[in-house]
């Protein structure tokens, strides 16, 4: 059965740090695509990164380029997402989501098959 299990949230005051883990099983995990999605109340689900096993690279959106970080433990087949300079704009909760590798970092959630239950993240002022 493939699941994704996400971890690490929590209360951080503005400036801080925080890692969210996202750990996978049941399927091959060099193969996909791993992403983070993040939804805050009454906003629409949007895309934070994007991390490719063919080639290692990740990609950013615009609002968390420079702060945040992906890496990756390939014996625990877990991706770890690194938040630095937190601010309350962050506040969400987060979800990690996979897909079967494609050849762009497309960051609509319908390309998304397998999707964890969500952390929360909370930055305060």
């Known amino acids: 059965e493939v699941q994704l299990v996400e971890s690490g949230g929590g209360l951080v005051q503005a400036g801080g740090f925080l890692r969210l883990s996202c750990a996978a099983s049941?399927?091959?995990?060099?193969?996909?695509?791993i992403a983070w999605f993040r939804q805050a109340p009454g906003k629409e689900r949007e895309g934070v990164s994007c991390?490719?096993?063919?080639?290692?690279?990740?990609y950013f959106a615009d609002p968390v380029k420079g702060r945040f970080a992906i890496s990756v433990d390939n014996v625990k087949n877990t991706v770890y997402l690194l938040m630095n300079s937190l601010k309350p704009e962050d506040t969400a909760v987060y979800y990690c989501?996979?897909?079967?590798?494609?050849?762009?970092?497309?960051?609509?959630?319908?390309?998304?098959?397998?999707w964890g239950q969500g952390t929360q993240v909370t930055v305060s002022s």
């Open positions: 989501a996979a897909r079967l590798h494609i050849p762009d970092y497309v960051l609509s959630p319908a390309t998304f098959g397998y």
């Open positions: 049941g399927f091959n995990f060099d193969d996909y695509d």
């Open positions: 991390h490719t096993r063919s080639d290692g690279r990740s």
